[in-house]
């Protein structure tokens, strides 16, 4: 079966530093694609970056990273110079090439909340 | 760039009714979903459509039907609401199936 686990329930970081979020994932699959969304206060979910299984540079988009480390099954996310409206809840989620390729596995989520 | 709109933002409806929501995107995408989003938890997916007039069940699909009669738009239909259901129905879109998934601001829906 496949799951996302995101064991950070939230974090608070002060404006301007570097934070990472982390996620675990399992998958049976070979080839697999891995995404982080941030649910803004009014709802909207936003697509931030996404990252390839097959693919073993990091992704980077703007001032968020990915820190992918496929034997560990892991994709934190990172982002730089935090602020004030990064506060969010950040989801990761993983989508695999077998059973049901259109369905995204969402983790719980991780409230950041980017203090002035 | 595009842009995914859902109908109503705020649904109220009564205890057996039938309800409906709408979600249109202007990005030409083929693949449309439903997720619901209960709180506290993450996003699950209802139904699928992957193009015009095709409809794909997804984990929770039981106590909804879907409709996807042109390709930018899909509706859901919750078929009997129960009492106390409180959740966020988002729709999202794909250029294909395999592909970044977009989403819509969400319909939220209150059944009293």
């Known amino acids: 079966a496949q799951k996302v686990t995101q064991t950070q329930t939230s974090i608070s970081v002060m404006e301007k530093t570097t934070v990472t979020m982390d996620c675990v994932y399992e998958?049976?699959?070979?080839?697999?694609?891995l995404f982080w969304y941030k649910q803004t206060a009014s709802g909207e979910i936003v697509f931030l970056i996404r990252?390839?299984?097959?693919?073993?540079e990091n992704a980077t988009v703007g001032h968020y990273s990915l820190n992918f480390q496929k034997p560990k099954s892991s994709i934190g996310l990172i982002i730089t110079a935090t602020q004030i409206e990064d506060s969010a809840v950040y989801f990761c989620?993983?989508?695999?090439?077998?059973?049901?390729?259109?369905?995204?596995?969402f983790g719980l989520g991780t409230t950041l909340q980017v203090q002035p | 760039g595009g842009i995914i709109t859902q109908t109503p933002k705020f649904l109220i409806g009564q205890e057996g009714q039938k309800l409906t929501l709408k979600c249109q995107q202007n990005f030409n995408h083929d693949t449309m979903y439903w997720y619901r989003q209960d709180s506290g938890k993450g996003l699950r997916l209802i139904y699928y459509?992957?193009?015009?007039?095709?409809?794909q069940k997804g984990d929770l699909s039981e106590g909804y039907d879907a409709s996807r009669e042109k390709k930018s738009s899909f509706s859901l239909t919750v078929t009997s609401a129960q009492k106390n259901e409180m959740a966020v129905f988002l729709c999202a879109s794909s250029i294909h199936s395999q592909d970044t998934q977009y989403f819509g601001p969400g319909t939220r829906l209150l059944v009293l």
């Open positions: 990252q390839d299984s097959y693919k073993k």
């Open positions: 459509s992957i193009t015009e007039n095709d409809l």
């Open positions: 998958t049976q699959d070979s080839s697999y694609f």
């Open positions: 989620a993983m989508r695999g090439l077998t059973g049901n390729t259109r369905k995204l596995i």
